[in-house]
């Protein structure tokens, strides 16, 4: 008997310690145009969302948490290199994200998650909205991905020949008005997919990853379509939220992140998971009920307002991060790459510039991360600049309408802190705060060098 207890003593020694070293797996659950105010755990009064509000209890809820961009394609080069998108030349003043008819792409010199996980051998794979380059030279298997299944860009990219006439029928949308392409690694496999039954088709793929890797390290990036439009919910959700179809397409992708969570923990591997949830902006707010909504912030999705960029970030991993936790750190998509790096026990990136900061000692609530300003670009042009609790805005544009930015000599300034909604101006009684902004700003310039600009390049000619 005594032996007995002893070998299972040790046996389950041994099996903790295998655990403690094997690498975290790690899931980024991206959304498309969710804005800060959209999820009931940041104040959404209508939108039912129990799983991501179950994240946030049973994890960390950050309340400034930036994307790198106001719009889809600089906001994901930026996550995926852990650089404003300004240094791969994935951002553009003149086409401010990736069409159909564009010819570039996210550069293979850029190093992705992907790419640098697979210096420890992780399995990985992209689920979902890509908008990196839809030629064969810039999707997410030629990034350091293993697999892909999804669109290579907006769901209202590809408008059919069967859509009517004039306007773009986002109010009363069916799914035939788009021929965007469903992609299964390099091939297309579907045009104009039932965009109903995205989301739960997303799922299964990223479920059927999870559980085939589920004895090794993975990274799963996934990146819902939704709730960009055009919007569709599948017949199980559709109709059943107050907020309407927005509140529907919400709801379906917060059963989604449940789903994931079930099968972490069905499969035992929760506790050596991170999984973390954002979206890639703000709302697109001139849908009106088509569009989300940034809560008490300012703007919206194309604006460097903070409702433009700054978005709900969430971070679960049981037994790691202390539940409930909420952070007020200045946090951002930059910031993955480095903690995923960190966390994975693999060395920094030191051959070029990195922005992200590592968040580890975040997550382990051993101690604040070390930024010194935020850089808010709108396309290749910079807008504002964020230390601290003050953001100094050097230009500002509405997301859609105005056509030229208003220039501010001096900077607006705002104390985020007491004004999220950005409306109090405290530049006359804050000269300080303002040199030590343009020093930052000074400081950031002087690393930036010129890139090709990839948004701009057109479609080779056939």
Same mark, same amino acid.
């Given at each position: 008997?005594?032996?007995?207890?002893?070998?299972?003593?040790?046996?389950?020694?041994?099996?903790?310690?295998?655990?403690?070293?094997?690498?975290?797996?790690?899931?980024?659950?991206?959304?498309?145009?969710?804005?800060? &105010?959209?999820?009931?755990? *940041?104040?959404?009064? $209508?939108?039912?969302?129990?799983?991501?509000?179950?994240? /946030?209890?049973?994890?960390?809820?950050?309340?400034?948490?930036?994307?790198?961009?106001?719009?889809?394609?600089?906001?994901? /080069?930026?996550?995926? $290199?852990?650089? *404003?998108?300004?240094?791969?030349?994935?951002?553009?003043?003149?086409?401010?994200?990736?069409?159909?008819?564009?010819?570039?792409?996210?550069?293979?010199?850029?190093?992705?998650? /992907?790419?640098?996980?697979?210096?420890?051998? *992780?399995?990985?794979?992209?689920?979902?909205?890509?908008?990196?380059?839809?030629?064969?030279?810039?999707?997410?298997?030629?990034?350091?991905?293993?697999?892909?299944?999804?669109?290579?860009?907006?769901?209202?990219?590809?408008?059919?020949?069967?859509?009517?006439?004039?306007?773009?029928?986002?109010?009363?949308?069916?799914?035939?008005?788009?021929?965007?392409?469903?992609?299964?690694?390099?091939?297309?496999?579907?045009?104009?997919?039932?965009?109903?039954?995205?989301?739960?088709?997303?799922?299964?793929?990223?479920?059927?990853?999870?559980?085939?890797?589920?004895?090794?390290?993975?990274?799963?990036?996934?990146?819902?379509?939704?709730?960009?439009?055009?919007?569709?919910?599948?017949?199980?959700?559709?109709?059943?939220?107050?907020?309407?179809?927005?509140?529907?397409?919400?709801?379906?992708?917060?059963?989604?992140?449940?789903?994931?969570?079930?099968?972490?923990?069905?499969?035992?591997?929760?506790?050596? $998971?991170?999984?973390?949830?954002?979206?890639?902006?703000?709302?697109?707010?001139?849908?009106?009920?088509?569009?989300?909504?940034?809560?008490?912030?300012?703007?919206?999705?194309?604006?460097?307002?903070?409702?433009?960029?700054?978005?709900?970030?969430?971070?679960?991993? #049981?037994?790691?991060?202390?539940?409930?936790?909420?952070?007020?750190?200045?946090?951002?998509?930059?910031?993955?790459?480095?903690?995923?790096?960190?966390?994975?026990?693999?060395?920094?990136?030191?051959?070029?510039?990195?922005?992200?900061?590592?968040?580890?000692?975040?997550?382990?609530?051993?101690?604040?991360?070390?930024?010194?300003?935020?850089? *808010?670009?709108? &396309?290749?042009?910079?807008?504002?600049?964020?230390?601290?609790?003050?953001?100094?805005?050097?230009?500002?544009?509405?997301?859609?309408?105005?056509?030229?930015?208003?220039?501010?000599?001096?900077?607006?300034?705002?104390?985020?802190?007491?004004? #999220?909604?950005?409306?109090?101006?405290?530049?006359?009684?804050?000269?300080?705060?303002?040199?030590?902004?343009?020093?930052?700003?000074?400081?950031?310039?002087?690393?930036?060098?010129?890139?090709?600009?990839?948004?701009?390049?057109?479609?080779?000619?056939?």
């Amino acid at each position: 008997m005594i032996r007995l207890l002893l070998t299972f003593l040790l046996f389950a020694g041994v099996s903790r310690l295998a655990a403690a070293e094997r690498a975290p797996n790690f899931i980024v659950i991206f959304a498309d145009d969710l804005g800060y &105010g959209d999820l009931g755990c *940041y104040g959404h009064p $209508t939108i039912n969302t129990p799983n991501l509000d179950r994240m /946030a209890r049973e994890g960390m809820k950050f309340t400034d948490f930036y994307s790198a961009a106001e719009v889809c394609t600089p906001s994901r /080069a930026g996550l995926m $290199t852990g650089r *404003y998108p300004i240094r791969s030349g994935m951002a553009s003043d003149k086409r401010r994200v990736l069409f159909p008819n564009s010819g570039g792409g996210l550069p293979q010199s850029e190093i992705t998650i /992907a790419k640098a996980l697979k210096a420890k051998e *992780y399995a990985t794979a992209c689920v979902g909205k890509w908008h990196l380059g839809h030629l064969p030279q810039f999707l997410p298997t030629r990034h350091g991905f293993d697999s892909y299944f999804g669109i290579p860009y907006s769901n209202d990219m590809d408008r059919s020949p069967k859509a009517p006439k004039g306007r773009v029928p986002f109010n009363e949308p069916k799914s035939e008005y788009w021929d965007v392409p469903l992609m299964r690694d390099e091939v297309i496999v579907e045009r104009s997919p039932d965009q109903h039954e995205l989301v739960p088709r997303y799922t299964r793929a990223a479920l059927a990853f999870i559980e085939k890797n589920q004895s090794r390290p993975f990274f799963l990036y996934f990146a819902h379509s939704f709730p960009h439009v055009p919007l569709f919910a599948s017949k199980r959700f559709a109709g059943k939220s107050p907020r309407g179809l927005y509140g529907d397409v919400v709801e379906e992708v917060d059963w989604s992140v449940g789903e994931i969570m079930k099968a972490l923990k069905r499969l035992k591997i929760d506790r050596e $998971t991170l999984v973390f949830f954002t979206s890639d902006n703000g709302p697109w707010l001139i849908f009106n009920d088509q569009g989300g909504s940034a809560g008490l912030l300012r703007g919206g999705k194309g604006s460097t307002w903070d409702g433009g960029m700054r978005e709900p970030g969430i971070a679960w991993w #049981p037994g790691t991060i202390r539940p409930a936790r909420v952070e007020h750190s200045l946090a951002s998509t930059l910031d993955l790459l480095p903690t995923f790096l960190s966390l994975a026990k693999l060395p920094p990136i030191s051959d070029r510039v990195i922005d992200g900061r590592d968040l580890s000692p975040v997550l382990h609530g051993t101690g604040p991360v070390e930024r010194d300003a935020y850089f *808010y670009y709108r &396309g290749e042009t910079l807008f504002a600049v964020r230390q601290g609790q003050h953001k100094a805005h050097f230009k500002t544009q509405d997301g859609y309408g105005q056509a030229r930015p208003e220039i501010h000599t001096p900077p607006l300034l705002n104390q985020l802190g007491i004004d #999220p909604g950005e409306q109090w101006n405290v530049a006359a009684t804050s000269p300080q705060v303002i040199a030590s902004i343009e020093d930052a700003l000074e400081r950031h310039r002087k690393t930036l060098k010129p890139v090709v600009n990839q948004l701009e390049i057109p479609l080779p000619a056939e």
